[in-house]
């Protein structure tokens, strides 16, 4: 069910939203599509996924300390590697580019 707020935004319902970021984050989902079947702004979408709310699932609350912990530290992770590769691949595009400048000097350097 969505309803018109009194600041002229749709409501959304809270678990349709966090449902939707979801899809979205795994993939199933493209935020256009999103604003086309909940009948709302893109802005409206992207604040959804900067939103720190998560569903939280019976295992998520069973869960001991110690995996919690792990949990938290494999999230760390998969987040740094994330960032390592999109450096180094960052870093390798302007190598190439570089690689590929330096050859066209060498090439000129030759026919003089």
Do not use: Y
């Not at 349709?16 to 999103?34: F, N, Q, S, Y």
């Not at 912990?69 to 570089?98: K, P």
């Not at 400048?101 to 030759?110: D, P």
């Amino acid at each position: 069910m969505t309803t018109q707020a009194s600041n002229g935004r749709r409501h959304i319902p809270l678990g349709a939203r966090l449902e939707t970021a979801e899809r979205i984050r795994a993939g199933l989902l493209a935020v256009e599509d999103a604003c086309r079947d909940h009948g709302v702004a893109p802005e409206d979408v992207e604040r959804w996924l900067a939103s720190p709310e998560r569903p939280v699932s019976v295992a998520d609350v069973l869960a001991s300390p110690e995996e919690r912990r792990l949990t938290r530290r494999v999230e760390r992770l998969v987040a740094l590697i994330a960032a390592a590769d999109e450096l180094v691949r960052a870093l390798n595009e302007r190598l190439e580019a570089e690689c590929k400048k330096f050859g066209r000097i060498a090439q000129q350097g030759s026919r003089a």
